[in-house]
Every structure is written in C-alpha cells, then in structure tokens.
C-alpha cells in the first residue's frame, strides 16, 4: 500500500548525508589498480560520498519502482488522499502496519546490501594499495 515511503524516506536522509560528505571532501588518494596484465594505470580511491551516492541510487530507485508498481495496482491514485489506503481508518492501520514492517524491511535489505558493496570496494582498494606498495618497494 504504502510501503514504498519508507525507502524514500530514507533515500531523503542519505541525499543530504551526500551532499554534506561531498562538501567535506578533500583530494582523492591516488591509487594504482591491478589489472592482471601488468598494466597499472593510476585511479583514485572511490571517495565516501561516492560510496554514499550508491545508496542513494539503490534507494531511489527502488522507491520508484515500488511506487510504480503501487500505481499500477490502483493503491497510489493522483487525487487526494492519493493513497488509497488513507481514506479509510481500517486501512490505515494495514497501511501502517504494512510500512512498519515491509517496508522498513526493504530499506534494511537494501542498506545491508550497499554495506556488502562497501567490504567489497574496501577490499579491491586495499589490494590496490598493496600492489602500489610493492611497486614502490621493487623500483
């Protein structure tokens, strides 16, 4: 019914987090990825707002693709209570008790998720740094 507030919800919070990370930033660490085939091309590391802004997308995203598919259903209407759930207080509380736990369900699926992707990237970068280091120590 109106499970996909919650995820946008959040999806507001982590824009301004991204924004106020993006304005702290300092310049991005140099790194230099392996590739495998000897070839080690400068890149930077991915800056935390970087990594914020994946949530971001995933969130919004996702949100958009709930709310589509609430749309579809006939449960988000473009007249007011534009829920249709809103208008009836039994509803309601199914609406309720739908976005207390569907929905913060989803957002915290998708979070732990993006946490997944940050051990990943973490550990693609500190390889990088590895391979950089050992570069130095051989030339």
Known sequence: ?????????????VTVATQIAKSKEKEPQPLKPETGSGDCGMENKIPFSGKIKWLT?????????????????GEVTPWFPFLT??????????????????????????????????IVSGVMEKRALKTRAAAKQEG
Do not use: K, Q, Y
């Not at 919004?60 to 609430?70: P, R």
């Not at 008790?97 to 998720?113: H, N």
């Open 57 to 73: 997308n995933l969130l919004w995203g996702g949100s958009a693709l709930l709310a589509f598919e609430h749309v579809w259903h």
């Open 85 to 118: 759930a809103a208008g009836n207080p039994s509803d309601a509380l199914a609406m309720l008790r739908e976005m207390s736990t569907a929905g913060v369900a989803m957002a915290l699926l998708v979070t732990a998720f993006w946490a997944g992707m940050l």
């Open 1 to 13: 019914m109106a499970c996909f507030l919650v995820p946008a919800a959040e999806a507001i919070a």
